[in-house]
């Protein structure tokens, strides 16, 4: 069986193409930017989702019988939708090419929870309320797939907060904080979000790809892991495995840092802390993943598991 993963280069991606090939599926990973392992450079084509014609021609020689649909800009710092071409043009275009695939079985297309603001509860899958352009790009994401809707299965995955071997920003910096020291607790501030290790959202998202969710009114899947994560609990449990307790500083402080953290962005400067992040860091994000727990009920890694893992993978990359 053949499965294309598009931005199988970046984070999920790669834990994703590592469990494939361990599977023995033949894969192909489109995207732009190089792999971040060098065994994934014999699956992967630079090709960007943006260029319909290169994608078509590659997606139709592969002939895939599954897709998942990774591949997008997700940071924060686009100004308008135009910034954010694959979320939109890219996914358009592969709405149209999965028309020609004849063998194919099954495609995910991902989205985002942020296509909802923290702590905003949708009540269904077409309740949006993004606060971000990103998250604007990533409603335009789930519009063109359900103006566009493939012939065979598909599903959307919505992923929360994913940590674990091969992240970067923002989850990256927070080890890399509470590695060194650097780290502090917000006052008594501290949020619960739903936050998901790396190893459960690879199972989630194969169990999604090999059931049959055919479903219209159950279309959409939260990623993450099962019980809500307390920011401080997390923090505590990894400096706890390198030896050491986590301090607090005074909510006031740190609120006085995030004003000058915006006046410095107001000036073209980058700060670690704005008021923007600092109200993510102290908003509870609890979505609700009961659709997502039918299709995959058993999570393989519990938080302490993938703390162990994370920190192992950390102390071989450097």
Not at 11 to 26: M, P, Q, S
Not at 51 to 73: G, Q, S
Not at 124 to 143: C, H, I, L
Request: some cysteine; hydrophobic content about 40%.
């Amino acid at each position: 069986m053949k499965i294309l993963i598009t931005g199988g280069s970046g984070f999920i991606g790669t834990n994703l193409i590592d469990k494939f090939l361990i599977d023995g599926f033949e894969v192909l990973n489109i995207d732009f930017k190089e792999p971040k392992r060098e065994k994934h450079f014999k699956c992967w084509k630079n090709i960007d989702i943006t260029n319909f014609e290169n994608l078509k021609k590659e997606v139709i020689f592969f002939e895939p019988n599954y897709i998942v649909h990774l591949a997008a800009r997700t940071d924060l710092g686009g100004e308008t939708l135009n910034d954010y071409q694959a979320n939109t043009i890219g996914v358009e275009n592969l709405m149209s090419v999965v028309k020609n695939l004849k063998s194919l079985i099954k495609v995910i297309i991902t989205s985002s929870m942020l296509v909802c603001k923290a702590n905003y509860h949708p009540k269904n899958q077409f309740d949006y309320a993004p606060n971000t352009v990103y998250g604007e790009s990533k409603v335009k994401t789930e519009n063109n797939v359900w103006a566009d809707t493939p012939s065979c299965d598909w599903a959307i995955i919505r992923p929360t907060s994913i940590w674990g071997e091969w992240f970067d920003v923002p989850y990256k910096n927070f080890f890399d904080m509470v590695i060194d020291k650097k780290y502090f607790h917000i006052g008594n501030k501290g949020c619960t979000k739903t936050y998901g290790y790396i190893g459960n959202a690879i199972y989630q998202i194969e169990q999604i790809l090999f059931t049959e969710t055919k479903d219209e009114s159950n279309k959409v899947f939260y990623i993450g892991d099962y019980d809500p994560t307390n920011i401080e609990v997390w923090a505590n449990e990894i400096s706890n495995e390198l030896g050491y307790s986590v301090k607090k500083i005074p909510y006031f402080l740190i609120k006085i840092i995030a004003i000058g953290g915006d006046v410095l962005k107001s000036l073209g400067v980058s700060f670690p802390m704005t008021s923007f992040r600092l109200n993510n860091m102290t908003t509870n994000n609890i979505v609700d993943l009961s659709r997502t727990m039918k299709v995959a009920p058993t999570l393989p890694f519990n938080r302490q598991k993938g703390i162990v893992k994370t920190l192992k993978w950390l102390r071989k990359i450097k």
